[in-house]
């Protein structure tokens, strides 16, 4: 059997490596994203070689409390060679020597029977939405919650009410996608000027997305849906946050498929899940 090499990921290699995220998911380009990721944690995205030919790739962002796993892809014909336990066994080793106490992930029915094997336990599940229809209600003017556009100067205040619903500092990624699309990103305020929710409007993506409650998350959502879209858009939300479900499913949300929400090391964490209304991708959450 061909030796398999496991490499930490450089920038030349995002071709590559965007070429086996289409290949493996069936899905269009990410090279954007791709970077955007390398850049956020240059140590953390590991390419995987068969004879010298990239053959898979894995990547993990290290929040501190917890580091979250995806973009795991194997070429086809290089499936079922050992190639993602591979990989994962050495991103394993890297978040460990971190010290960091908890890995999450979101597994599809191909990965669940490895990552299990590995340690992971199943937390929650996670719904891809796309929206498919009109909405059965008025998106004009929900709520009473002040909405604005997001700026750079709103940042700080933003991360504050952020970290704890998310369960950790995720600065620098906010910091990225309002840099990469200003004018695309709204939060919205109570009667004292408080933040009660933000979201940010990626090109098919609504996410990240956090709210205090279901009215605040939908002032948010009815000005991002007024903007122009690739396609879609989409919503990665968690199940454990059935008001999230209920809100999307009344804009004209239905889901596409579900996923395994996993995690390794610590205890579940879904009361925080419950101000979680979309995620920023399934390699970052």
Request: charged share 20%; proline share 6%.
């Amino acid at each position: 059997m061909a030796e398999i090499v496991v490499r930490t990921m450089t920038e030349a290699d995002i071709p590559a490596a965007d070429a086996i995220g289409m290949a493996a998911y069936g899905r269009e380009s990410r090279r954007a994203e791709l970077a955007r990721l390398l850049r956020s944690r240059p140590d953390g995205w590991l390419l995987a070689e068969v004879e010298g030919e990239p053959a898979g790739m894995v990547g993990a962002t290290d929040f501190g409390p917890f580091a979250y796993v995806g973009q795991m892809g194997v070429l086809p014909a290089f499936q079922r060679r050992g190639i993602a336990r591979a990989l994962m066994e050495r991103l394993l080793a890297w978040i460990d020597e971190r010290g960091c106490p908890v890995t999450l992930l979101d597994a599809s029915e191909a990965g669940y029977p490895l990552y299990a094997r590995m340690g992971f336990a199943v937390d929650d599940r996670v719904a891809l939405l796309a929206r498919v229809g009109a909405p059965t209600v008025d998106a004009s003017a929900p709520g009473r919650a002040r909405v604005d556009v997001m700026r750079l100067g709103d940042l700080a205040e933003v991360i504050a009410f952020d970290t704890p619903r998310f369960g950790a500092d995720r600065g620098a990624v906010l910091a990225a996608y309002l840099a990469d699309g200003m004018g695309r990103a709204f939060v919205a305020r109570g009667e004292r000027g408080e933040v009660r929710a933000f979201l940010v409007a990626q090109a098919r993506m609504l996410g990240p997305w956090v709210a205090v409650t279901p009215e605040d998350a939908e002032a948010v959502l009815a000005h991002a849906l007024a903007l122009p879209f690739a396609g879609g858009p989409l919503v990665i939300a968690p199940e454990a946050n059935g008001a999230a479900l209920a809100l999307l499913a009344r804009y004209g949300f239905a889901a596409q498929r579900t996923l395994r929400h996993m995690r390794r090391g610590g205890g579940p964490l879904l009361e925080r899940r419950m101000h979680l209304y979309g995620q920023a991708s399934f390699a970052i959450g």
